[in-house]
């Protein structure tokens, strides 16, 4: 595993997270050195869901409108249905997700969470995965679609639901630890 002792990485949710979508990533990045922050646009703690029920609760490090990409290496955006939706709604959240693709900065979504994406109006002419039922809107978003566990395409990685983790944690390290990407772009 790559060491990102020297990496800031920030994960952005909101409410509805798919528990171990920010759990398992969070872990890898961790364990690989990294200092993570979850960032939010609620100001205490964001829950998560398990499947389809209501599950933990986890502290918010920073507001979404006290935080910059400078202050950050890479993001990561986990999924669940209800998460990427909020994230969608709010301005300064879709405005931090574009400034990583400004800046050449790697980002790691999984399952709904490229949602965010098309929403930032970042994946045109990508390669991308995604849980298969916003495969479409992916594509007329103007990104090229597969269905594997895991791509990546110029610092963006994606993966398609939680039995993907285990390949999207090792490439989403790898990326956070090549850092900039050139072809990274908004």
């Given at each position: 595993m790559p060491n990102l002792s020297n990496r800031n990485i920030a994960i952005l949710t909101e409410n509805g997270f798919e528990e171990e979508e920010l759990t398992s990533p969070m872990q890898a990045l961790?364990?690989?050195?990294?200092?993570?922050?979850?960032?939010?646009?609620?100001?205490?703690?964001?829950?998560?869901?398990?499947?389809?029920?209501?599950?933990?609760?986890?502290?918010?490090?920073?507001?979404?409108?006290?935080?910059?990409?400078?202050?950050?290496?890479?993001?990561?955006?986990?999924?669940?249905?209800?998460?990427?939706?909020?994230?969608?709604?709010?301005?300064?959240?879709?405005?931090?997700?574009?400034?990583?693709?400004e800046a050449g900065k790697p980002v790691a979504?999984?399952?709904?969470?490229?949602?965010?994406?098309?929403?930032?109006?970042?994946?045109?002419?990508?390669?991308?995965t995604s849980y298969p039922s916003i495969a479409v809107d992916l594509t007329n978003a103007g990104a090229q679609w597969t269905d594997a566990e895991v791509v990546t395409d110029q610092g963006l990685v994606t993966s398609r639901t939680p039995a993907d983790l285990p390949a999207f944690n090792k490439k989403m390290c790898e990326e956070f630890a090549e850092g900039v990407h050139a072809g990274q772009h908004a």
């Open positions: 961790q364990e690989a050195g990294a200092t993570v922050q979850i960032v939010s646009p609620q100001r205490t703690t964001v829950r998560a869901m398990k499947q389809h029920d209501w599950s933990i609760e986890l502290p918010v490090d920073r507001h979404i409108s006290e935080v910059s990409v400078d202050q950050f290496d890479g993001l990561v955006l986990p999924g669940g249905v209800f998460n990427p939706d909020q994230l969608r709604m709010d301005e300064q959240a879709i405005s931090f997700i574009k400034a990583f693709f979504a999984i399952c709904h969470g490229p949602q965010s994406l098309i929403t930032a109006d970042v994946v045109r002419g990508r390669k991308m």
